[in-house]
């Protein structure tokens, strides 16, 4: 079992820069694929980013390429999120989840097995 804890949410102008991180605990995250989505208020979640268990391969999706970067530090058992040039559009909740699906960096979240609580972020315009 895997806990994954995330931090680094808050509110910040338009313009802006965060960085979310995502704690595991309870077993190494060395050999799970990682991925980032997020959910904004009367909104599914979607997928922004991931990265393969070895750190590489990463996959973005349209609406954040080239202003997210996804990390991972597996001897610190933690992955990161840089968040750039942050509008309003991407405000939303967002959560760290971990998949034992590590063929490929896949989008759809019914391939994560383990999920966060999520963390808050506010873009104000």
């Known amino acids: 079992q895997v806990q994954l804890v995330e931090s680094g949410g808050g509110l910040v102008q338009a313009g802006g820069s965060l960085r979310l991180s995502c704690a595991a605990s309870g077993r190494t995250i060395s050999s799970y694929n990682m991925g980032w989505f997020r959910q904004a208020p009367g909104k599914e979640r979607e997928f922004v980013a991931a990265i393969s268990w070895s750190g590489g391969s990463t996959y973005y999706a349209d609406s954040v390429k080239g202003r997210v970067t996804i990390s991972r530090d597996n001897a610190k058992n933690t992955v990161y999120l840089q968040m750039n040039s942050l509008n309003p559009e991407d405000t939303a909740v967002y959560y760290c989840?971990?998949?034992?699906?590590?063929?490929?960096?896949?989008?759809?979240?019914?391939?994560?097995?383990?999920w966060g609580q999520g963390t808050q972020v506010t873009v104000s315009s």
């Open positions: 989840a971990a998949s034992t699906f590590v063929h490929s960096v896949e989008t759809a979240s019914t391939l994560y097995d383990y």
